[in-house]
T-cell receptor, first 114, second 114 residues
Framework: GAGVSQSPSNKVTEKGKDVELRCDPI?????LYWYRQSLGQGLEFLIY????????KSGLPSDRFSAERTGGSVSTLTIQRTQQEDSAVYLC????????????FGSGTRLTVV | AQSVTQPDIHITVSEGASLELRCNYS??????LFWYVQSPGQGLQLLLK??????LVQGIKGFEAEFKRSQSSFNLRKPSVHWSDAAEYFC????????????FGKGTMLLVSP
């Protein structure tokens, strides 16, 4: 597509439930990044994909968080047993190549854990 | 590891007045630097970026930024602010090697008064 698409745009879930957040990058973009934006915390890096591999998962805050990418395209971020501190906006970005650093960000998924 | 500091959490500027948003970075070599803007409910839009060369970089929407190596700064400026510039602004740095993960500052919220 023309841009990075994220779904759902908003998600309200009960504490303890699992959620899946989806990112559909720009076609052909090999690199994909997940960030979390919490109030007053800026954007925190979560995980990076190059193709279907994740060379850097260092930003995932706990083992309740996982992500996968299939077909070098769509990525899913899964949060298990959600906690209130997981409430945030989750942003996805994709990159064609690192020569021009032309990151394109999606509009994010706002997750609220109640 | 690289880091970015945006000292001002909020800034209020009168419409038509000039604007300067501060950004300081920490990185051992010459970094690649970015300014992004985020309007409410939107993803991040790239305003400008600096890789090398002329230290004064022009961006979209009338913004410019100046890279000062001696001060480890990359401040964003605009000569005359419009009400539509009200948004949150993020400075970011990426190492010019490896897999290019952006490291963001915590953002500066710009409010524009009539």
């Amino acid at each position: 597509g023309a841009g990075v698409s994220q779904s759902p745009s908003n998600k309200v879930t009960e504490k303890g439930k699992d959620v899946e957040l989806r990112c559909d990058p720009i076609s052909g973009h090999t690199a994909l990044y997940w960030y979390r934006q919490s109030l007053g915390q800026g954007l925190e890096f979560l995980i990076y994909f190059q193709g279907n591999s994740a060379p850097d998962k260092s930003g995932l805050p706990s083992d309740r968080f996982s992500a996968e990418r299939t077909g070098g395209s769509v990525s899913t971020l899964t949060i298990q047993r959600t906690q209130q501190e997981d409430s945030a906006v989750y942003l996805c970005a994709s990159l064609l190549n690192r020569d021009n650093y032309g990151y394109t960000f999606g509009s994010g998924t706002r997750l609220t854990v109640v | 590891a690289q880091s970015v500091t945006q000292p001002d959490i909020h800034i209020t500027v009168s419409e038509g007045a000039s604007l300067e948003l501060r950004c300081n970075y920490s990185y051992g070599a010459t970094p690649y630097l970015f300014w992004y803007v985020q309007s409410p409910g939107q993803g991040l839009q790239l305003l400008l970026k600096y890789f090398s060369g002329d230290t004064l970089v022009q961006g979209i929407k009338g913004f410019e930024a100046e890279f000062k190596r001696s001060q480890s700064s990359f401040n964003l400026r605009k000569p005359s602010v419009h009400w539509s510039d009200a948004a949150e602004y993020f400075c970011a740095v990426v190492a010019n090697s490896g897999y290019s993960t952006l490291t963001f500052g915590k953002g500066t919220m710009l409010l524009v008064s009539p």
